[in-house]
């Protein structure tokens, strides 16, 4: 982790983290968008929020107020394998 938020990260990077942590087996499966700000905490929040959004139309996460969730599809597909590092 870097000391200063990328703004032009990959998006491709920023969901996969995004993701990943939605995943954890260590958390509840509802996060706090502050809470996924905290872990990923190398991206400015507007791009964050943006890498969030994107996920949310393409059906791999739920967005609901201020929390965020991975998908029913999202959770069955790690619980397959088919979700890795």
Do not use: F, K, Y
């Not at 890498?51 to 107020?65: K, P, S, T």
Request: aromatic content about 2%; proline content about 6%; some cysteine.
């Amino acid at each position: 982790m870097t000391e200063h938020p990328q703004p032009h990260a990959e998006p491709r990077s920023i969901e996969r983290a995004i993701i990943l942590q939605l995943l954890r087996d260590d958390h509840d499966e509802r996060w706090l968008r502050a809470e996924l700000e905290a872990e990923v905490n190398d991206v400015e929040p507007s791009v964050l929020r943006s890498a969030i959004a994107d996920l949310e139309r393409q059906g791999v996460v739920v967005a609901q107020d201020e929390h965020v969730l991975a998908s029913p599809c999202a959770r069955r597909l790690d619980e397959l394998g088919l979700v890795g590092v």
